[in-house]
């Protein structure tokens, strides 16, 4: 009852401010260790302190040693007092806070996510040819800006036609890539031509895919057919139980996807005939932004699946776009934050080869 009632007061609290940078940083590193200490992450304490968190001098003083729920009780209090005190969350309040909770930090950071960033980009939707061209210039064009001003961001990039696009229009953005591609920041999610439809294909059409897809990235990119094992599928509608078959022989082992299933969001994708595929259900939307509230379900992800990363997908717009500078600025700043995960750049490849 402790951590609903913990859950509660911040809650409420969280409704009576004004909605500003320093409530939100407050609010969400709050919520997060509160999931944390509700999934039992906080309770996985190692040595000594297992037996209760040594108290900070920044908390009211009470002589022993503290539990994680005793230190998060006296931070939301501290929080309370100081902002009904001044009607608002201020930065030195933030920091106060910081400074408080900081013997969890080390358990915060425990857990990671790995951002990368993506445009979704329909092939064949309700558009002509020129305008979906057009499109994936620009795209393309705009992201690779962003790489060279924020040196550390990742991207990832499906479907053989966009490529062949660029090949067409902007042969000039390809040295780039294949030179991100080299660095391990341009990941190339190409096992298809375009995100195809799976339903109603035939075994021969996706067979095709596979191999003419895998061929002419491997050509154009650079790339060893044996390291175009992904398949970035977050528009597809459905799934046949039979695609884990034909992409473990087209040399695919990992399958992300959005639509068309409402089971476990980390599985292992078992076809009749027991070939396999590490299979990821993407458990919020393909073309989400880079929001404040975005690890909140964090410890629950880590917890269900047994894992200490999660994959933040991220990307506005439903017909190219992609990343923003908002998006990237408020990554690198919550990246920062003490009570927070790990919050990194990376691929869709490294999330499930961990």
């Known amino acids: 009852m402790e951590k609903i009632h913990l859950s509660t007061r911040l809650y409420e609290l969280e409704a009576s401010m004004p909605d500003t940078y320093w409530t939100k940083r407050a609010f969400e590193e709050m919520s997060y260790l509160l999931e944390l200490e509700r999934c039992g992450w906080l309770d996985m304490l190692e040595g000594a302190e297992k037996h209760g968190i040594r108290e900070n001098t920044e908390v009211e003083e009470t002589g022993g040693l503290l539990s994680a729920t005793d230190l998060l009780e006296q931070g939301l209090t501290m929080l309370e007092t100081d902002s009904r005190k001044f009607q608002t969350v201020t930065e030195a309040t933030v920091y106060r806070l910081e400074k408080a909770l900081a013997p969890l930090s080390a ?24 305008e979906t061209a057009s499109v994936t210039v620009d795209t393309i064009r705009t992201v690779l800006a962003l790489m060279d001003e924020y040196p550390k961001m990742t991207y990832t990039q499906s479907q053989a036609s966009v490529y062949e696009i660029l090949e067409k229009y902007a042969p000039d953005t390809l040295p780039q890539i294949r030179r991100l591609v080299r660095e391990g920041r341009w990941e190339a999610s190409v096992s298809t031509w375009v995100e195809n439809e799976k339903n109603m294909g035939s075994l021969e059409a996706m067979t095709r895919h596979l191999l003419y897809a895998k061929t002419y990235i491997s050509k154009l990119l650079g790339i060893p057919l044996e390291n175009l094992d992904l398949d970035l599928e977050p528009d597809t509608f459905g799934h046949p139980c039979h695609l884990p078959e034909i992409l473990k022989k087209g040399g695919v082992r990992y399958y992300y996807h959005c639509r068309g299933h409402e089971g476990p969001n980390l599985f292992r994708w078992q076809a009749p005939s027991e070939a396999q595929v590490l299979a990821f259900r993407e458990p919020n939307w393909y073309n989400l932004s880079i929001d404040y509230g975005m690890c909140r379900n964090v410890p629950q992800f880590c917890r269900d699946y047994c894992v200490e990363t999660v994959l933040h997908m991220y990307g ?38 961990e």
């Open 107 to 130: 358990k915060a950071k425990k857990l990671r996510v790995l951002c990368c960033g993506n445009a979704h980009i329909d092939m064949n939707w309700m558009w002509g040819y020129q």
């Open 316 to 353: 506005v717009g439903d017909h190219g776009g992609g990343p923003t500078k908002r998006d990237l600025n408020r990554l690198c700043d919550m990246a920062k934050w003490p009570l927070f995960p790990k919050i990194e750049f990376g691929t869709v490849r490294q999330f499930f080869r």
